[in-house]
C-alpha cells in the first residue's frame, strides 16, 4: 500500500495563477483532510470531507476550494494564489469514526 | 470551539536524558488526544494517542498523561536518542466524533544532542 500520496511535491506560481492539488488514498478511508502548514503556526485545517461528494470548512478556508468525487481522491484548488498562500499542504486520511489521521509527504507551494 | 497550547516552543537535550512536551485544551468535550512525530520534510506520524477514559498509556521510551479535570496533556520521552530529534505537535479532538476533526498545538522543536 503507497498510502497517502500527494502530487505535486514542489510547485512555484505567479499571483493570480491558479491549481489544483491531488490526494489520493489507497486505504478505503472515508475521511479526507487538507491541512497548510506555516512556520510557527502547526497544522491548520482547509477544508474536510467525510465521504464522497461531501465537503465542509475547516479552520481557514478562504481562498480554496476542494473536491471529493472518488472516495480515494481529495482535491485542493487554489482559483486565483496569492503570496499569502505560500505553504506546505498536507493531506491526510482517516476512518470514519476514528481520529486516527494519516498524513501524505506534502507539497510545497511558493506564490510569488 | 477548541484551543490547544503546546509548550515549550523548542526543547533540547543530552543524548539519554527525558524529554517532556504539554499541552493544554479548552473545550472539555474533546476525547482524544494524539501526538504526532514530523521529520524534516515529511508528513506527521502519530506514534501515540490517548483517551479521556485513560490517565496514562505507555510505547516502549514514549508515554502520555492525561489530566482531564486541569485540561492538560504530556508527551514523555525517555532515554532520548538522536533519532528522537523532529517536531512534535500535540492535537484534541473538537467535533464530537463525528468527522474525526482534530485541533494541533503549534508544535515542539526536540533537538536531542549526541
Known amino acids: 500500500n503507497a498510502g497517502v500520496t500527494q502530487t505535486p511535491k514542489f510547485r512555484v506560481l505567479k499571483t493570480g495563477q491558479s491549481m489544483t492539488l491531488l490526494c489520493a488514498q489507497d486505504m478505503n478511508h472515508e475521511y479526507m483532510y487538507w491541512y497548510r502548514q506555516d512556520p510557527g503556526m502547526g497544522l491548520r485545517l482547509i477544508h474536510y470531507s467525510v465521504g464522497e461528494g461531501t465537503t465542509a470548512k475547516g479552520e481557514v478556508p478562504d481562498g480554496y476550494n476542494v473536491s471529493r468525487l472518488k472516495k480515494q481522491n481529495f482535491l485542493l484548488g487554489l482559483e486565483s494564489a496569492a503570496p499569502s498562500q505560500t505553504s506546505v499542504y498536507f493531506c491526510?486520511?482517516?476512518?470514519?469514526?476514528?481520529?486516527?489521521?494519516?498524513f501524505g509527504p506534502g507539497t510545497r507551494l511558493t506564490v510569488t | 470551539g477548541e484551543n490547544v497550547e503546546q509548550h515549550p516552543s523548542t526543547l533540547s537535550v543530552q543524548e539519554g536524558d527525558s524529554a517532556v512536551i504539554k499541552c493544554t485544551y479548552s473545550?472539555?468535550?474533546?476525547?482524544?488526544f494524539p501526538w504526532y512525530k514530523q521529520e524534516l520534510g515529511k508528513g506527521p506520524q502519530l506514534i501515540i494517542d490517548?483517551?479521556?477514559?485513560?490517565g496514562e498509556k505507555k510505547d516502549q521510551r514514549i508515554a502520555v498523561t492525561l489530566n482531564k479535570t486541569a485540561k492538560h496533556f504530556s508527551l514523555h520521552i525517555t532515554e532520548t536518542q538522536p533519532e528522537d530529534s523532529a517536531v512534535y505537535f500535540c492535537a484534541a479532538s473538537w467535533d464530537g466524533g463525528s468527522q474525526g476533526n482534530l485541533i494541533f498545538g503549534k508544535g515542539t522543536k526536540l533537538s536531542v544532542k549526541p
Open positions: 490517548i483517551r479521556s477514559n485513560v
Open positions: 491526510a486520511s482517516g476512518l470514519a469514526g476514528t481520529y486516527e489521521q494519516y
Open positions: 473545550d472539555s468535550a474533546s476525547n482524544y
